[in-house]
């Protein structure tokens, strides 16, 4: 459990740093953590995104394609300022742990 807990801090910031990219959708965004080695479930995934957004990271639109509604996520600006702040923490972190 601690180990999935830990994991999860990496999946946000993964997630946030895409979506200030591109809009993302919920599959893609699977599929590019599975690609990085995270397994990661729906069940996870989309309660994630959720949380980011009622906490205004991330905000969604929602698009018909193929006669499917999709969710497609970009970082707000509070998402855009976390993001930066945990690069600068990862940019520290790394050098600490990788003496």
Partial sequence: MLIKQFFH?????HIL???SKNAVCGVWIMKELRR???KIS???LYPT???LEEEGYLKSEKKTEQGKMKKYYTTTSKGSKILEN???KIKE?????ME
Avoid: Q
């Fill in 36 to 38: 990085h080695g995270y």
């Fill in 86 to 88: 945990s690069r600068l």
């Fill in 49 to 51: 995104l959720h949380a």
């Fill in 93 to 97: 972190l790394v050098g600490e742990v």
């Fill in 42 to 44: 729906p069940g996870l």
């Fill in 17 to 19: 740093y895409h979506a």
């Fill in 9 to 13: 801090g990496f999946i946000r910031i």
